[in-house]
C-alpha cells in the first residue's frame, strides 16, 4: 500500500510543561488518504529535527494548513524534489511549496536544505514580504456544518496539472486564509487564481509532481480526486 507522509504542526508549552510540547495532526487529511486507498504516515520529529529514514518510508508527502512555515517543510519539500517523489501542499503547505521556489530561485547554484534556510533566515530578517496579507478570503470561523460560508471561486490555468486533473477553467472552493503568496520563483506555475490572489502552484518540471493549492479540498469529498491522484503519482513513480 502507498504510504503517505503527512507534516505535523507543532504546538510548544509556553508554560514549560513538558508534556504539552505535541504533534498535531489533522484527522480529516488522515481520512481523505485512506479514502484513497493509501496509508498515512505522521512523520514526528526528533528533537525538532527530521530523520531521514522516516522520509524514506513515504511514497509521498502532504503539507497541509497551520500558522507558521517551519523549516522542516522546506526540508521536505527539498527532500521531494531531490527524490522525486509527489508532494501536496494545502493552504499553509502551498505558501511553503511557494516560499521554497523563491529561495530556490535566490539559490541556484547550491541547492541544500542548509543553503535554503540560510537565505529564509536573511529574507525574515531583511522582512521580505514573501507572503502578503489579503482581506475576504477568511469570512467567517470555521465549523464542521459552516464551511461553504468561506467558498469563493477560482480560475484555473488551462496548461497546469490542476487542470488536467478537474478539467475545468472555473470552481467554487473552500480558502480561508489571511494571508497570499507574494513571491515565486521561475521553477513553478500559478495554477489557479482569484482576482490577483494566488490560489495555486505547481512545479512546471513534467516530471515532478510538487502542487500546491491555498483552498482545502480536504473539506468536501468531490475532491477526493485530487489525494487520488496523488497517490496515483506515487505508484507511477515505484513503477520507474
Not at 513571491?183 to 482569484?194: A, D, P, W
Request: proline fraction near 3%.
Amino acid at each position: 500500500m502507498i504510504k503517505i507522509g503527512i507534516l505535523p504542526s507543532m504546538q510548544v508549552d509556553k508554560e514549560n510543561n513538558p508534556y504539552n510540547d505535541i504533534h498535531l495532526f489533522s484527522n480529516i487529511i488522515i481520512n481523505r488518504i485512506y479514502d484513497a486507498m493509501a496509508m498515512p504516515v505522521g512523520i514526528l520529529l526528533n528533537d525538532g529535527k527530521l530523520e531521514e529514514e522516516t522520509l524514506k518510508m513515504c511514497d509521498a508527502f502532504i503539507i497541509g494548513g497551520g500558522k507558521k512555515i517551519e523549516p522542516y517543510f522546506l526540508e521536505v519539500i527539498n527532500y521531494a524534489i531531490k527524490n522525486n517523489k509527489p508532494l501536496l501542499g494545502i493552504c499553509l503547505g502551498m505558501q511553503a511549496i511557494g516560499l521554497y521556489s523563491y529561495l530556490e530561485s535566490l539559490n541556484p547554484k547550491n541547492l541544500s536544505y542548509e543553503s535554503l534556510l540560510s537565505s529564509y533566515k536573511t529574507i525574515k530578517q531583511n522582512n521580505e514580504q514573501f507572503l502578503i496579507p489579503v482581506d475576504n478570503h477568511y469570512n467567517e470561523k470555521i465549523t464542521k456544518t459552516n464551511y461553504h460560508k468561506n467558498k469563493h471561486r477560482i480560475k484555473v490555468k488551462n496548461n497546469s496539472k490542476l487542470y488536467s486533473i478537474y478539467q475545468t477553467k472555473e470552481m467554487d472552493v473552500v480558502s480561508m486564509h489571511r494571508y497570499a503568496v507574494n513571491k515565486i520563483g521561475k521553477n513553478v506555475l500559478i495554477n489557479s487564481t482569484c482576482g490577483n490572489i494566488i490560489e495555486g502552484l505547481e512545479y512546471k518540471d513534467e516530471n515532478l509532481f510538487i502542487l500546491g493549492i491555498q483552498w482545502h479540498p480536504e473539506l468536501e469529498g468531490e475532491h477526493n480526486i485530487l489525494f487520488e491522484t496523488l497517490v496515483k503519482e506515487a505508484k507511477k513513480r515505484i513503477k520507474m
